[in-house]
């Protein structure tokens, strides 16, 4: 919570909420991801949120599988709620479809092959997310 708040009161145009590798394992997500999140979206009410799950799904597909279906509960709640500020990102697309093996240091960590793909899908979403946010 504390972190979320420190975060929450940050001036900010959009906020990417890659926390799933921060949690120890799913149960621990699926006690913390909501409410850091609603911390955030408590504060910044129309905050555009890019919530992201973990793109190094390859190394245990049915654990990664399961932390992600808690971030899309956030994402789906914080939809059924009216938020018109959030939007979710499968990690499991972030490295792309070929060469995913190639995309980390260590089967975690991205390298800079990771980190372009990563940035190749989300900057699209966050350009999206920022022009609805200019919109009237």
């Keep these: 919570p504390a ?10 145009s959009a906020f990417v909420m890659d926390y799933d590798h921060n949690a120890p394992d799913a149960d621990f997500l699926a006690k913390t991801h ?26 245990n597909p049915p654990m990664a599988q399961k932390r992600r279906e808690v971030i899309r509960r956030t994402y789906e709640a914080a939809l059924a709620e ?12 972030l490295f792309g479809q070929t060469d995913r093996d ?3 240091v260590d089967g975690t960590h991205p390298n800079d092959l990771g980190f372009l793909r990563m940035a190749d899908v989300i900057e699209p979403i966050l350009r999206k997310m920022l022009r609805e946010e200019e919109q009237p």
Excluded: N
Excluded at 3 to 12: R, W
């Design 82 to 93: 009216g938020d018109q500020h959030v939007w979710m990102l499968d990690g499991q697309t």
């Design 3 to 12: 972190m979320a708040e420190y975060i929450a009161s940050l001036s900010m």
């Design 102 to 104: 190639l995309c980390t």
């Design 34 to 59: 909501q409410p850091f999140f609603r911390i955030i979206r408590e504060a910044q009410p129309e905050l555009p949120i890019l919530l992201i799950s973990k793109p190094d799904y390859d190394k």
